[in-house]
């Protein structure tokens, strides 16, 4: 009877075991078959069109670089990522598509982090300073190789930070300026969106949330620099405040993982950045300087009122990273020929991902009102 009884067991094993074997190759194979679907979709087949991944010499390092567009006459985009230090290079199949029959978008990963990171492992100084003089570089490469004297730059969230910095020393380089998710004063729009939370915390009746996010909020406001931070309080008290203020548009984590590993563009170094990244503390340690930047020093409020360069900010109604109602308190004091503010309905802090159409349709429609020239004297190379 026992060896019976151990020989269904086996039995059953065995064929779990096949059963599981064909789900992971039925993933796979899955996985494989939308890359390849998305790398034809996403494929630049235009005669003047770029489609290029590439390293060039920034800062005495070589820094990755994506480029692409269906006219290498047209306008540049420069976009600026967002962290510091978290690159999202592999979907811009996802997300930009619509904007590269009119644009060629240049997405640069920073150096300490993503593909730069790999490439020069050890040695990067990450420093806001040393952060704008790459930048600079960067656009200087991009206004010479495609022979224009601005270009546009676009960031997202720590990306602003940068951008609106350079605008600030450089705008003479600068034909318009978007931020997306706009960094305002970083610190403030935490406690504000832990604030807001404390409020529908309390309208539900959960006293002890409401306790523990208060505590949170006066931590914070007593925290001067990096060193003081209470990583796990932080964290906790974000977790906390996005489950009542997030919202349904927002893409999930497991739709963002999915068009991650069906992008075309998603390699190793990609994966094992990412990872990394995901830890707070990982970021934290790498990005110490630029993190304590970014919390304790950058408040826009600190920079020009007034701009000869078109300024647009993009918000989802629902960012609680970077709060739009604090966005349009800067927005109503800045001074521009041309500045516009653009809020996506049911969108958080990446309403690029969150409603890629209508995103791309509000980038297209304000720097059509810019009149930025197409080219210059000098040809694309």
């Known amino acids: 009877m026992k060896r019976i009884f151990l020989k269904k067991v086996k039995k059953k094993m065995l064929m779990l075991f096949f059963i599981l074997c064909a789900i992971i190759l039925l993933i796979f194979l899955t996985g494989v078959f939308f890359r390849i679907y998305n790398s034809l979709e996403s494929k630049i087949d235009a005669d003047l069109g770029i489609q290029e991944n590439t390293y060039v010499t920034i800062g005495g390092i070589e820094q990755?670089?994506?480029?692409?567009?269906?006219?290498?006459?047209?306008?540049?985009?420069?976009?600026?990522?967002?962290?510091?230090?978290?690159?999202?290079?592999?979907?811009?199949?996802?997300?930009?598509?619509?904007?590269?029959?009119?644009?060629?978008?240049?997405?640069w990963e920073q150096r300490g982090c993503g593909r730069t990171f790999y490439k020069n492992k050890g040695g990067n100084n990450l420093t806001i300073e040393q952060l704008l003089a790459d930048t600079d570089e960067v656009i200087d490469y991009l206004r010479e190789r495609f022979g224009k004297d601005k270009i546009i730059i676009m960031g997202q969230s720590w990306g602003t930070v940068l951008g609106m910095e350079y605008i600030n020393t450089h705008p003479e380089k600068v034909a318009a300026y978007i931020g997306v998710g706009q960094v305002t004063d970083f610190l403030q729009g935490k406690i504000y969106a832990a604030e807001n939370a404390v409020q529908m915390a309390s309208e539900n009746g959960n006293k002890e949330e409401v306790e523990f996010l208060e505590r949170c909020i006066e931590q914070l406001s007593e925290t001067k620099n990096i060193e003081q931070l209470d990583v796990k309080s932080l964290e906790e008290m974000i977790i906390t405040s996005i489950k009542y203020l997030k919202c349904d548009g927002e893409m999930s984590g497991t739709k963002q993982i999915f068009t991650a590993i069906t992008s075309p563009e998603m390699s190793w170094n990609d994966a094992k950045w990412f990872l990394f990244a995901s830890d707070t503390q990982n970021i934290i340690t790498s990005q110490n300087n630029l993190v304590n930047y970014m919390y304790f020093q950058f408040d826009v409020m600190d920079l020009n009122k007034k701009y000869e360069t078109p300024i647009c900010f993009i918000q989802g109604d629902s960012d609680w990273i970077t709060p739009t109602s604090l966005v349009n308190d800067y927005y109503e004091t800045i001074v521009s020929d041309k500045k516009e503010i653009i809020t996506i309905n049911n969108a958080g802090h990446t309403p690029f991902l969150d409603n890629p159409e209508q995103f791309c349709e509000e980038v297209k429609v304000f720097l059509s009102e810019c009149e930025i020239r197409t080219y210059t004297s000098k040809l694309a190379r």
Do not use: S
């Open 64 to 107: 990755y670089l994506q480029i692409r567009g269906e006219n290498k006459n047209n306008p540049v985009i420069l976009w600026l990522h967002g962290g510091p230090g978290f690159p999202l290079t592999y979907l811009t199949y996802y997300y930009q598509i619509a904007l590269e029959k009119d644009y060629t978008i240049v997405c």
